[in-house]
């Protein structure tokens, strides 16, 4: 991860606060014991444990695990700094630090390998599901929650992509984009709705489930936070995809040009369609 990739997933917290659904974190909140043990799958800048704090959840224990090192490097040098920052006691430790009463840690590795069985009464996989084989991701959770245990799947893309004002090329160039994502190996666009229905085929509990789509709009005063550097790496994201694709999209400079210029202007509107979904495995 680069210096850019590491501003994107920072630049989008501001985003995922507003898209996360409440209703599914107080079900969420309601099934934890005391001092949970935490275990998070694509943890990326660790940016879930301060949101985790401010839900009141300051005991217990926290890992979370990324491929990349230099967004692991990036959690364990920004987070503890952020609490220290905001006045909490900090004791660092090898891999992580401990606020209040919660111990955490951040770890290099493949998160559906990484943790051990029966290890967690939370599994956390955030922005996630979409990017890797849904089947290995389910057994994975199924294995490391101790019984009673529940999976928090927030911010699981769905398969819809809008920017606003309308352009006449937008609904060929989201086929396209879709097309292409879908094309990569362990991706699935419209992986929101099909883990929910592979859950529902498990033994286990769909305790609930709800939209929780990003929206990101200009206001009076520009993009909040750095929302607009967000767009940016969308559109980025698009172009780089479209691109390398082995089919044609007419249009797509023109488009891209245009949707720039509107960033740029702050007049573009962007929206993802996305789902936060609670699970809990059956018990043995």
Wanted: charged share 30%; with cysteine; glycine share 8%.
């Amino acid at each position: 991860m680069n210096h850019a990739a590491t501003r994107y997933l920072e630049a989008k917290r501001s985003i995922d606060d507003r898209a996360l659904a409440p209703r599914i974190r107080d079900r969420l909140l309601a099934h934890l014991p005391a001092e949970p043990r935490i275990r998070e799958a694509g943890c990326g800048t660790g940016a879930t444990v301060p949101r985790l704090h401010a839900w009141g959840i300051d005991s217990g224990s926290y890992c979370g695990v990324d491929r990349d090192q230099e967004a692991i490097s990036f959690a364990r040098h920004v987070r503890p700094a952020a609490f220290r920052h905001a006045g909490h006691d900090i004791v660092d430790t090898d891999r992580g630090f401990r606020v209040d009463d919660l111990a955490v840690t951040f770890e290099t590795g493949d998160a559906l390998t990484a943790f051990d069985e029966n290890s967690a009464d939370l599994f956390v996989a955030q922005a996630f599901a979409d990017l890797v084989p849904l089947a290995e991701l389910v057994a994975t959770l199924e294995s490391v929650l101790d019984p009673g245990g529940v999976a928090y799947l927030p911010i699981t893309f769905d398969g819809g992509t809008v920017f606003q004002p309308d352009h006449p090329r937008d609904d060929a160039i989201e086929r396209a984009y879709h097309r292409a994502i879908d094309r990569r190996p362990g991706r699935d666009v419209t992986a929101g709705r099909h883990l929910a229905d592979l859950l529902r085929e498990r033994s286990g509990d769909l305790l609930a489930m709800a939209s929780s789509d990003w929206i990101v709009r200009p206001r009076t005063s520009g993009y909040p936070a750095d929302e607009r550097y967000f767009v940016g790496c969308i559109l980025g994201f698009i172009d780089e995809l479209l691109s390398d694709a082995d089919e044609h999209v007419d249009g797509l400079e023109e488009w891209l040009t245009t949707r720039r210029q509107q960033l740029s202007d702050g007049e573009l509107t962007y929206v993802a369609h996305q789902y936060d979904l609670l699970y809990r495995p059956a018990t043995p």
